[in-house]
């Protein structure tokens, strides 16, 4: 039953996530950033709003454990997001980009969420 769950789960995983440059959320990554999926959570692309991260396709796994079913999911999905709401912008983050200071580009994408969209 174990080696089942596991299949459906992740432990920690590696994705490369490509990034719009143009949009505030992807200034100064140079198109890319990588993110840390410790849970199996999948959100498709935002309709109405700005998709600044994404991951494009299955083959974006870069290292780490991640369960064969879920790995086959991943692709084409939405990993950092922006929409307008109201009078602001409501920003989404699919994983943390600041666990345990994990990775430096973390911070940059969230000060450009605090600081850049929506100015």
Do not use: C
């Not at 935002?46 to 079913?69: E, F, H, Q």
């Amino acid at each position: 039953m174990e080696r089942l769950d596991i299949s459906s789960g992740t432990a920690g995983a590696i994705y490369e996530v490509k990034m719009d440059q143009t949009h505030p959320l992807g200034y100064g990554t140079g198109g890319k950033f990588y993110t840390l999926k410790n849970n199996s959570n999948r959100f498709a692309y935002l309709s109405g709003g700005a998709n600044a991260g994404i991951i494009a396709a299955n083959d974006s796994y870069r290292t780490g454990y991640i369960g064969y079913k879920i790995k086959s999911k991943m692709g084409e999905s939405l990993a950092i997001g922006a929409e307008r709401l109201g009078r602001g912008q409501m920003v989404y983050f699919v994983d943390n980009p600041i666990f345990r200071s994990f990775w430096e580009s973390g911070k940059l994408v969230l000060s450009n969420a605090i600081f850049m969209v929506g100015q």
